[in-house]
Every structure is written in structure tokens, then in C-alpha cells.
């Protein structure tokens, strides 16, 4: 099936919620640290889910990979965020690293097809 809007993607709905529950531990971490682990995991986060609509929107199978392969950049720098911030002692990441997880299984499955198009 063909993904003709972004919002009916499951990859695309799975990173939405991610990115809403990035920014909703944001609010337990103390208050130093608002400027800094918690507005990273924010900014990868939004950059992923953004990656991922951007790439939903282009037509070119090259560019629409590219786009793919930074969401999955942003993704991996969340994962590591995450790993760091319960190495701190701010969070227990592991529901968040499971939906991490699904996503990477998901953003594996359309670089495939998008791979044995070009």
C-alpha cells in the first residue's frame, strides 16, 4: 500500500508519540538541566519525526533514502541521550528505548523497499 499522507504511516505515528513522550520526561529532569540533555533529546526527537514526514513528501527514491538515513541519525543520537540520562539518574528510559526499538524496525523496513526501487 502506498502511504499517500505522512499521518497514516505507522513509522510516521510510532515516531510522533515517541517525540511527545520525549517531551513529557523532559518535565522530570531538574531544572538545570532544561537547557541541555532535555532540549537535545528534544531537538532529535523533532529532527526524526521530521526526517521521517519530509521523506514521506518526496517523490525522488534517492533523496526520500537520505531522508530515511538522517531520521535514523536522529534517532540513534535519542537512543544515546536516553542511555545517558538514566546513567545520570534522571530517568528509567526502558519504555522509551522499546518504542525506539519499534521504530528502528519500521525505518529499516522502508530504507528496504525504498533500496530495491533504486
Known sequence: MKITNFQDSELWQKAHALTLEVYNIGKRFPAEEGENI??????AAVSMTSGITEAYKISDNVLKLHHFNLAEAS???LRYLLLLSNDLGFI?????????????????SEIGVIIALI
Open 38 to 43: 532535555v532540549l537535545m533529546q528534544r531537538n
Open 75 to 77: 534517532l540513534a543520537k
Open 92 to 108: 528509567d528510559p526502558t519504555k522509551l528505548l522499546l518504542n525506539i526499538e519499534d521504530i528502528e524496525k519500521l525505518m529499516r
